[in-house]
């Protein structure tokens, strides 16, 4: 005979499920009585559920008993720090009154409940600290653009200014501008003299006003060569 598992940890408030195991050379078709036990006070048991063969099912308010034979399945419901403690459970033969089998033993402990929240409350909250929220949010999305707003103005503002002051002084000023030049072409016409007479000069007293006298000067035509036969 088996008892199992071996231990469980459980919040009170909750059921713990042990199982119990017989071999199938006690179900050899005679009647016998399951019994389950807790010990309370060092090695003194107390019979807490029991259930035949040909039952089914034993229920209390604190146990139930289920035959899957040959297994039995053993629940302790609405668990308190009280039912802390070692179960096990006995194999009783009918024909065979003083053949008593116990199984092994197993531990349960059953620590305080948890503490319960008030869920109700904490929608609430949150429902109204939503909208704070959400302004809050939108202020620091706000505040965030304009910083990067301001840092690239400032960045464009110094960098124009640098460029400014970087630019050389005869770019700055404006050239002088100068004015047109007109280009005037002179002709230089040379005058014909002629070489007076020597020989017949004229006393000054006598001698008429200088005129100036003009030539044409005729040169012979170009006659064509004809090449000699």
Do not use: W
């Amino acid at each position: 005979v088996t008892f199992f598992p071996a231990m469980l940890t459980l919040p009170a408030g909750g059921s713990a499920t042990f199982f119990c195991n017989i071999s199938m050379e006690n179900d050899s078709g005679s009647e016998y009585s399951l019994n389950v036990y807790k010990e309370i006070n060092h090695g003194q048991t107390q019979k807490i559920a029991e259930i035949s063969r040909s039952k089914r099912q034993t229920k209390t308010k604190k146990y139930v008993l289920t035959n899957h034979a040959p297994a039995f399945k053993i629940e302790i419901l609405n668990l308190n720090q009280n039912d802390s403690g070692s179960y096990y459970c006995g194999l009783i033969t009918f024909f065979e009154p003083d053949k008593v089998m116990e199984s092994n033993r197993s531990h349960l402990v059953v620590t305080a409940a948890p503490e319960k929240t008030n869920a109700t409350d904490e929608p609430e909250l949150e429902e109204d600290n939503s909208p704070d929220h959400i302004k809050a949010v939108f202020l620091g999305i706000l505040l965030l653009a304009g910083a990067v707003v301001l840092l690239i103005f400032g960045y464009l503002t110094i960098t124009y200014r640098r460029g400014d002051v970087q630019k050389p002084r005869s770019e700055n000023v404006p050239a002088e501008e100068k004015p047109p030049v007109v280009s005037v072409s002179t002709v230089d016409y040379g005058v014909l003299e002629f070489q007076r007479d020597q020989c017949t000069q004229v006393p000054s007293e006598t001698r008429p006003v200088d005129q100036t006298e003009y030539a044409t000067i005729v040169f012979p035509e170009e006659r064509p060569v004809t090449p000699e036969r």
